[in-house]
């Protein structure tokens, strides 16, 4: 037995399992799976277009009862300038050229932001334990106090801290 299980009592799960929430490589059935075996299972929703992710969402709704986790990048847009796309693209240049590998592509955003519809999905998603965001503190203008509003039902654990800010957000 677990000395302290405030962390598996706050998830809603039996055993100190999380399933890594890798974006495009964790499908409904295997976060369905870890989360019927007792653990957390998770699914990256980092790249996934938001239509995507609702149907993902559904599937593994339908697949188990038990908690699991969402887990979406929160960053700024990357922002280039002109001269710092050119300075790059010249340097990539020689071995762009050397593999035949045609022009240097421009730069493109990684991942999409954590915006208002991803917001709207993982708060709406019923058996959601919890939602990993890959930031400290979850900006207002990305929902960050929806998110902090819905956080714990119930007096929040003694290693919260005191702003409320916290990276598990429970949404039991």
Request: hydrophobic share 40%.
């Amino acid at each position: 037995m677990w000395p302290r299980t405030d962390f598996l009592e706050l998830l809603g799960i039996a055993h100190p399992v999380i399933q890594a929430p890798m974006s495009g490589f964790t499908p409904p059935q295997l976060a369905a799976a870890v989360s019927n075996a007792g653990g957390l299972g998770s699914i990256g929703c980092a790249g996934l277009p938001p239509a995507l992710l609702r149907e993902q969402v559904a599937s593994l709704r339908h697949a188990t009862n038990r908690p699991f986790n969402l887990n979406f990048f929160v960053h700024a847009r990357p922002h280039a300038s002109p001269e710092m796309t050119a300075g790059a693209q010249a340097k990539l240049a020689p071995y762009f050229k050397e593999f035949a590998l045609g022009a240097v592509p421009e730069p493109k955003e990684p991942f999409p932001t954590f915006d208002a519809e991803r917001l709207e999905l993982s708060l709406s998603s019923g058996r959601v334990s919890s939602a990993f965001i890959l930031a400290c503190r979850l900006p207002r203008r990305c929902g960050g106090s929806k998110m902090r509003a819905r956080s714990f039902s119930a007096q929040p654990p003694q290693w919260a801290r005191p702003d409320g800010s916290r990276q598990a957000v429970s949404t039991r």
